[in-house]
Structure formats: structure tokens, C-alpha cells
């Protein structure tokens, strides 16, 4: 029978972003190539409303395939449950998180059809995660699985790393992977990711990203953490890796909003994507449409989906 320790710290750190007003009674276009919709008689250069909305749902859209997070919240205004729901045509799958909050400790549930567990969260002393481990023993077999983050002082995350290992009478066996971060004026410009087996290191991909001028103060979530293309190179047991980065739970979040994101891996594949936002008449982001393609092996397949958000209020 299996042994598990787990010791993982987190926090929730909310980012968000700056509001833009209105213009004109036809949809008008951003710097950004997004669109404002309705509009309003006036549209000031500067934005005059920050008042922090909290989002309530999110919904991905990719021909028949749907996913959506709905999010709940507590007396304090904090994340308590997310219920996620994916599938197509009818044959859908859910499962929820519920997050409880405590002085020095989060506690997350998760659930679905299948199966069900706790995640026990303490937290350091900048309040984001540090490490997270489990051990093992059965029947001749010894393991251990961790990850672990590093920040900077300003509290970015530098670099995600998840180790694998495994003993039994046929010898030792090490595996893993992780990731390396590069900031460039509050969001994440680049990020590379490699695989490790027994002590050897490859890189597998390499992405660069670039955003727009909207300041994320005027939401409650860092929604890039959705809508980028593979931007959940974190995984945690018993919780949904765009889920931590879009909560703060790994570091301070993007300062803008995502436009392009480009991906090279060393199996010879490439990705080009861009990210074209829509707003309401208040300024807030209420879908994202991406569209881009890749290429692997000669051969070239496009992308496309987008991102629907509502507000609590």
C-alpha cells in the first residue's frame, strides 16, 4: 500500500487589468486589434474606471468541443470553488475544485466521477508555492515524486522543476521535467521547457510572448493563463495548472494581456498564434479569439478558438 507526504505551499495572488473606455456608436478597434462592443459617445484616451470585477466564468470554444470554469467566492472575495465542465457534442465530463482558506494553510478538494481527493497547502512566507512531494513503498518498489519553484525577489516565478524517481531490485531510475521563465516589464516574455532522464537535460520547446498596453488592475484573474496555447506547463495533483497560474498561486501574474505567443520544440514543430481581444462598453475583456498554426513534419495545420468571460456583476 502506498505511502503519500505531501508538502506543497501556496497563495493566492489576484492580478488584473487596467479598464478602457468607449467610443464611438460602431465597434471600434484597439491598439491591440480588439474591438470595443457596444460603444460609447466618448472614448477619453485615458481610461477613468478601476473598479476590480471579479470574473464568473470562463468558456473555451473550439468547433463542438466546449470547456468552461464557472468560479465562486468567499465573505473575503477569494476563489472558493471552480466547477469545470468539458466535452463536445453532448458527451460532456466535470469535476470541481473547493479551496478553503486558512492563516498559514489552503486546503483543496477536488472531485469528479471517478475520483476524489485532498491537496493539504502550507504557505512561506511570500505566500506562493515552494515545493510539493510525495514518497512511496510497496511491496519492494520505493519512490518519490517533486516539484519545486523558484522566485525571484520581486516574486516572479524563475523556474518550475518536477522530478521523478524510482528504486527497486533492478536498479535506480530518475526522470523529469521542468520549466525556465524570462520577465520583461511585468509579464512573461519567454519560457523554455526541458526533460531530464538520469541527470541528462534536452530542451523539448521554447516559446516567446508579446502583450498588449492593457494594465491587468480592473479584473480579478490573469486570464492569459487560459487562453495562451500551451500555457500550462505547471501541473499540480488535484488541481489545473491554468487554474494556479490564472489565481497567483505561483508568483506574481502577467501585467498585460497576451497578442502573440511563438513556440519552437526540438521535434521540429513550430507554432505561430495571435490573440485578438474584445472588450465591453466599460473596458473589461470579454472574449479573446486565437488563430495561428503549426508545423510539424512538412506538414501545416491550422489553430483557432477563442475565450468567452462573464463578471459577477
Same mark, same amino acid.
Given at each position: 500500500? &502506498?505511502?503519500?507526504?505531501?508538502?506543497?505551499?501556496i497563495?493566492?495572488?489576484?492580478?488584473?487589468?487596467?479598464?478602457?473606455?468607449?467610443?464611438?456608436a460602431?465597434?471600434?478597434?484597439?491598439?491591440?486589434?480588439?474591438?470595443? $462592443?457596444?460603444s460609447?459617445?466618448? &472614448?477619453?484616451?485615458?481610461?477613468?474606471?478601476?473598479?476590480?470585477r471579479?470574473?464568473s466564468?470562463?468558456?473555451?470554444?473550439n468547433?463542438?468541443?466546449?470547456r468552461?470554469?464557472?468560479?465562486?467566492?468567499?465573505?473575503?472575495?477569494?476563489?472558493? &470553488?471552480?466547477?469545470?465542465?468539458?466535452?463536445e457534442?453532448?458527451?460532456? !465530463?466535470?469535476?470541481?475544485?473547493?479551496?478553503?482558506?486558512?492563516?498559514?494553510?489552503l486546503? $483543496?478538494?477536488?472531485?469528479?466521477e471517478?475520483?476524489?481527493?485532498?491537496?493539504f497547502?502550507?504557505?512561506?512566507?511570500s505566500g506562493?508555492?515552494? !515545493?510539493?512531494?510525495?514518497?512511496?513503498?510497496d511491496?519492494?518498489?520505493?519512490?518519490?515524486?517533486e516539484?519545486?519553484?523558484?522566485?525571484?525577489?520581486?516574486?516572479?516565478?524563475?523556474?518550475?522543476?518536477?522530478?521523478?524517481?524510482?528504486?527497486?531490485?533492478?536498479?535506480?531510475?530518475t526522470? @523529469?521535467? @521542468?520549466?525556465?521563465?524570462k520577465?520583461?516589464?511585468?509579464?512573461?516574455?519567454?519560457?523554455?521547457?526541458?526533460?531530464t532522464?538520469?541527470?541528462?537535460e534536452?530542451?523539448?520547446?521554447?516559446?516567446?510572448?508579446?502583450?498588449?498596453?492593457k494594465?491587468q488592475d480592473?479584473?480579478?484573474?490573469?486570464?492569459n493563463?487560459?487562453?495562451?496555447?500551451?500555457?500550462y506547463?505547471? @501541473?499540480?495533483?488535484?488541481?489545473?495548472?491554468s487554474?494556479?497560474?490564472?489565481l497567483?498561486l505561483?508568483? &506574481?501574474?502577467?501585467?498585460?494581456? $497576451?497578442?502573440?505567443?511563438?513556440?519552437?520544440? !526540438?521535434?521540429?514543430?513550430?507554432?505561430?498564434?495571435?490573440?485578438k481581444?474584445?472588450?465591453?462598453e466599460?473596458?473589461?475583456?470579454?472574449?479573446?479569439?486565437?488563430? @495561428?498554426?503549426?508545423?510539424?513534419?512538412s506538414?501545416?495545420?491550422?489553430?483557432?478558438?477563442?475565450?468567452?468571460f462573464?463578471?459577477?456583476?
Amino acid at each position: 500500500m &502506498k505511502t503519500f507526504y505531501r508538502l506543497v505551499s501556496i497563495a493566492v495572488f489576484c492580478a488584473a487589468m487596467t479598464a478602457i473606455s468607449c467610443g464611438e456608436a460602431t465597434t471600434d478597434v484597439n491598439d491591440d486589434g480588439g474591438s470595443i $462592443i457596444p460603444s460609447n459617445p466618448s &472614448k477619453p484616451e485615458e481610461p477613468d474606471n478601476t473598479k476590480v470585477r471579479k470574473i464568473s466564468k470562463i468558456t473555451q470554444i473550439n468547433d463542438n468541443y466546449t470547456r468552461s470554469w464557472t468560479l465562486d467566492y468567499d465573505a473575503n472575495e477569494r476563489v472558493s &470553488k471552480i466547477d469545470c465542465v468539458e466535452g463536445e457534442s453532448g458527451d460532456y !465530463s466535470k469535476w470541481e475544485y473547493n479551496i478553503r482558506y486558512y492563516d498559514d494553510e489552503l486546503n $483543496i478538494f477536488y472531485s469528479d466521477e471517478y475520483d476524489s481527493g485532498y491537496v493539504f497547502i502550507s504557505l512561506n512566507k511570500s505566500g506562493y508555492i515552494a !515545493s510539493y512531494a510525495e514518497e512511496w513503498e510497496d511491496d519492494g518498489y520505493a519512490g518519490s515524486y517533486e516539484q519545486t519553484f523558484e522566485y525571484n525577489l520581486q516574486g516572479y516565478l524563475q523556474e518550475f522543476e518536477d522530478v521523478y524517481y524510482e528504486i527497486d531490485e533492478s536498479g535506480e531510475y530518475t526522470s @523529469g521535467w @521542468g520549466v525556465t521563465y524570462k520577465w520583461s516589464s511585468g509579464n512573461i516574455a519567454s519560457r523554455e521547457r526541458y526533460d531530464t532522464e538520469d541527470g541528462e537535460e534536452d530542451y523539448s520547446e521554447r516559446w516567446t510572448m508579446t502583450y498588449n498596453n492593457k494594465k491587468q488592475d480592473v479584473i480579478n484573474l490573469d486570464i492569459n493563463a487560459f487562453v495562451e496555447y500551451y500555457s500550462y506547463d505547471i @501541473g499540480l495533483e488535484y488541481f489545473d495548472g491554468s487554474c494556479a497560474l490564472a489565481l497567483g498561486l505561483v508568483g &506574481k501574474t502577467n501585467k498585460n494581456l $497576451i497578442t502573440k505567443s511563438v513556440g519552437e520544440c !526540438s521535434d521540429g514543430a513550430i507554432y505561430e498564434i495571435t490573440y485578438k481581444w474584445s472588450y465591453d462598453e466599460d473596458g473589461y475583456p470579454i472574449q479573446c479569439t486565437a488563430e @495561428g498554426w503549426y508545423t510539424y513534419d512538412s506538414v501545416q495545420e491550422d489553430i483557432a478558438y477563442s475565450y468567452e468571460f462573464e463578471y459577477v456583476d
